[in-house]
């Protein structure tokens, strides 16, 4: 059965993103299966882990979030699962020492997800047409307010949304996160054409930005918030045609964490039998509270990396080993 685009539309499926640079975009970015691929910045990386890494990330941006930190946490303990939680400046702010109770802690990492959740640069399904952030402000503040808090070092940031290319070709962004200290970035949150799911790409470095020693690390997959449509978005054109990764987009908005773990499961295998280095989510607690307060897609998931034998860890400790293997 073929569908006008408006129907499409209408049916309340998530929609693909069409053919305009849908196959140059997965030449440039991506490959049919979804796996590594030389990285934007030029750089090929071979695989910096002898077992494939698994990094639990949560960029933590807003108080919605504490309540479930709070669960999240438990079950890291449960499961003796290290994790990074990316720390809006502002958000951290408003309860240091709840956070300070909660996430100080060997097992986890804190880094910057801004000051106030804000764009390092230019996104093109973010339609805020207000004042540009003082970048300055965004990188440096929230670093400090991390440090202040846990009393050590912050050594990486993400930015609110992410980007196509993580910060390949922002050279002020890149020159001041370096200025600030930080080691690496992980801001590339989408797929070719900025399109979801992101793809199974490897770690790279900003040399072609002048920037050798500042490291990319992406995410993978959905941003899960958008898969459940708590922002009342409704559809959009997200996925490229033709996938790369068919197996990883549904159908229509998940209902049930098992689904979650469901589709989880699809890129922790992909890792698992490539040569993938490492793999991590985008995951918001605000939403993975409000859809699953018990949690269980949490505890699906990290029983699953155990099954597959990858090594649980954090930004920070994988960095620790792509500076040495760099």
């Known amino acids: 059965m073929s569908l006008t685009r408006r129907e499409a539309i209408r049916s309340g499926a998530l929609m693909s993103a069409g053919l305009v640079g849908g196959l140059a975009a997965v030449a440039q970015t991506g490959n049919r299966d979804g796996a590594a691929v030389e990285s934007p910045a030029g750089r090929p990386v071979?695989?910096?882990?002898?077992?494939?890494?698994?990094i639990a990330a949560y960029d933590t941006e807003s108080p919605?979030?504490?309540?479930?930190v709070r669960k999240i946490v438990e079950v890291h303990q449960r499961f003796n699962f290290p994790?990074?939680?990316?720390?809006?400046g502002r958000t951290l702010e408003g309860a240091p020492e709840e956070y300070r109770r909660l996430l100080d802690d060997p097992l986890f990492e804190i880094a910057s997800h801004t000051y106030s959740h804000r764009l390092l640069r230019e996104h093109p399904l973010n339609n805020d047409k207000g004042p540009r952030p003082d970048l300055r402000k965004e990188i440096f503040e929230s670093k400090a307010t991390i440090e202040r808090t846990f009393q050590r070092p912050c050594l990486g940031i993400r930015s609110a949304w992410?980007?196509?290319?993580?910060?390949?070709?922002?050279?002020?962004v890149l020159t001041l996160i370096a200025e600030a200290g930080y080691k690496y970035s992980s801001s590339q949150l989408w797929g070719p054409d900025y399109t979801l799911?992101?793809?199974?790409?490897?770690?790279?470095?900003?040399?072609?930005d002048g920037h050798p020693t500042i490291w990319e690390f992406p995410g993978h997959g959905w941003h899960e918030n958008i898969l459940k449509s708590p922002t009342k978005w409704g559809a959009k054109r997200l996925t490229l045609w033709p996938a790369p990764m068919p197996e990883a987009i549904p159908s229509t908005f998940l209902k049930t964490p098992d689904e979650e773990f469901a589709l989880n499961r699809v890129f922790l295998d992909k890792a698992a039998t490539g040569t993938q280095s490492y793999v991590s989510f985008?995951?918001?607690p605000w939403s993975l509270g409000a859809f699953d307060p018990s949690m269980r897609m949490l505890e699906q998931t990290f029983a699953y990396v155990q099954k597959l034998a990858m090594k649980p860890t954090t930004f920070a400790r994988f960095y620790e080993q792509a500076a040495r293997a760099g």
């Open 46 to 54: 071979p695989k910096l882990t002898k077992r494939t890494a698994y």
């Open 64 to 68: 919605r979030c504490l309540a479930a």
């Open 83 to 88: 994790a990074t939680f990316f720390m809006v």
């Open 162 to 172: 992410g980007f196509a290319h993580g910060l390949t070709g922002a050279r002020d």
């Open 197 to 208: 799911p992101a793809l199974l790409t490897e770690p790279y470095t900003y040399l072609a």
């Open 282 to 284: 985008i995951w918001h």
